[in-house]
């Protein structure tokens, strides 16, 4: 259980990480271009080929892993509750909004270079984006407690 908690626990750091980067300088810098949108697009395209999709599904599965074994074997609230926050913050709130978000701005684009559903993208999924920074980081606080407890 040790090392499950433990590559969890970093998987969900790292996400945290990849998600902060966007957060703080990247959306600002699209923002600045004139082809923001445009960038996004490609980057969005670029990632579902990256290490980062292995790493998404890996640190969720683990995650709802750590939450089932909870449940069935040995509850500890800080695993419980820093699985769930993860689950809920990071892969709930991607699913929901941000892969909705990222769908809708490749459909607005168009052969001009204007995305009218630009300005309203960044702010969207900005705002979401630092939910999944936040409970990327607060999930793995948590499965850090609990391994230190």
């Known amino acids: 259980m040790n090392v499950l908690v433990f590559i969890s626990m970093i998987s969900m750091a790292v996400m945290g ?20 949108a445009e960038v996004m697009v490609k980057i969005n395209q670029v990632i579902l080929h990256s290490l980062f999709l292995p790493l998404f599904f890996l640190s969720s ?14 509850f500890d609230a800080l695993l419980f509750m820093g699985s769930a926050v993860y689950i809920l913050g990071m892969f709930a709130c991607t699913a929901v909004c941000n892969v ?39 999930g793995a606080a948590a499965l850090y407690a609990a391994g230190s407890s």
């Open 17 to 36: 990480g990849v998600y902060f980067v966007f957060s703080v300088f990247v959306m600002q810098s699209l923002a600045q271009i004139r082809n923001g």
């Open 61 to 74: 599965g683990l995650a709802a892993f750590i939450i089932v074994l909870n449940l069935l074997v040995q």
């Open 100 to 138: 909705p978000l990222n769908k809708r701005l490749e459909a607005a684009h168009s052969s001009s270079g204007k995305n009218p559903f630009w300005a309203e993208y960044l702010q969207r999924w900005t705002r979401w984006n630092h939910v999944r920074t936040i409970s990327s980081v607060l």
